[in-house]
């Protein structure tokens, strides 16, 4: 014979199947949907507009080259590695992936599209990196102590970058001669 606190817990557990079971019933499953659109566990459908490229958790910061052949993305997730991907514009493919060991919200292409800087957040340096073509290589790091560079720009002669400094609300300016 159950005692009366044993019966409560099971007529709660057997309730809690019941509404789970319904639940799954009237709900779609998350996620991609047959018509293409995706539910969220907000219970929103979103639909999607142009060409999806997969890249690493949490992008947060994107530019696009100075000639539109080129999309600098800069991840910055907390739970999975953070990189710098280049994704080839007009096909929609990852060309080229760079590890970063901190990364935040900034990038940004010279005017040439020949190199690509990014904000190093907690790391407190902007990297700077050569492109050309598929090829990404490391071109050097700015230090900015305790800034944590985030926010990035080029000025139109190309010869200042404007840094974001986060933890000293203020901002640098880069000579990139």
Known sequence: MLSGMARTKVWIGMGGLALAAAVV???PRLGRQADGSYLIPTGQRLTPAG???EVNDRP???ALSPDGGRLAVVTGSNFAPRALHLIDAAEGRVTATVPLGNSFV???FSGDGQRLYVGGG???EVRMFRVGGAAVEEAGAVKLAGAAPSGLCVSPDGKTLWVALNLKHAVAAIDLE
Request: proline residues 0%.
């Open 106 to 108: 900034g990038v940004a």
């Open 25 to 27: 019933g009237v709900y």
């Open 122 to 124: 907690a790391s407190n």
């Open 51 to 53: 060409l999806h490229v």
């Open 60 to 62: 947060l910061g994107l």
